[in-house]
C-alpha cells in the first residue's frame, strides 16, 4: 500500500483564535478562513483529510514546521513531529498528538516551544508507511502565523535564568 495522500490540511483559524486571544486578527474573521493565528507555548488543533482511510498501526504523519529560507532545528526555526496517540506536551519541545481519527480524517493537538520565534510559519506534511521509505510531501498552502504570548505561564526570561 502507498504512503497517506493528502487531500486538505485545516487548522481552525476560528476555534484556535479564542483560546489563543487572537479572534481581532483580520485572517481569522474572513467569511471562510484558512490562515490561523497562535501563540507560542499553547496547543493549538488540526486536522489532515488524507485520500484514503489512515491505517492507525502503519500510517506514519509527520508536521514540518518552517521560518525563513535556512530553517535549523538548533536555531528553533524548524520543527519535525511526528503525531501519534500516545504524545504527551512537553514546555520545551514540539510535540503533536492525535484527537481523533474517523476514517481518513486525523484530528490532532500542536504544541509548540515557549521560546519559538514568532513569525510566519510554512507547513509540510510528511506520510509514510511503517518499514517502507517511500513518502508523499504535501505542503499546506497558507502559512500558520505564530505570536508571542504574554498569557503563558512559563516565562520566557525564567527559562533564560535557569538555564
Not at 488524507?50 to 521560518?67: A, G, M, S, T, Y
Amino acid at each position: 500500500m502507498e504512503p497517506l495522500q493528502v487531500d486538505i490540511v485545516h487548522f481552525y483559524p476560528a476555534d484556535n483564535a479564542q483560546p489563543h486571544n487572537t479572534r481581532k486578527y483580520e485572517v481569522v474573521n474572513e467569511l471562510n478562513p484558512t490562515t490561523a493565528v497562535v501563540r507560542r507555548g499553547q496547543p493549538f488543533s488540526g486536522v489532515v483529510r488524507f485520500k484514503r482511510p489512515i491505517d492507525e498501526e502503519n500510517d506514519v504523519v509527520q508536521l514540518v514546521f518552517v521560518l525563513g529560507e535556512n530553517p535549523q532545528l538548533d536555531k528553533e526555526t524548524m520543527g519535525s513531529v511526528f503525531i501519534k496517540r500516545e504524545s504527551v506536551p512537553e514546555k520545551g519541545i514540539w510535540s503533536a498528538r492525535i484527537t481523533d481519527v474517523q476514517e481518513d480524517n486525523m484530528m490532532f493537538e500542536v504544541s509548540t516551544p515557549v521560546t519559538l520565534p514568532v513569525g510566519s510559519w510554512s507547513v509540510r506534511v510528511v506520510t509514510r508507511r511503517k518499514g517502507n521509505n517511500l513518502r508523499e510531501v504535501y505542503d499546506f498552502e497558507s502559512d500558520l502565523y505564530i505570536l508571542f504570548n504574554p498569557w503563558n505561564p512559563v516565562k520566557y526570561f525564567d527559562l533564560k535564568f535557569k538555564q
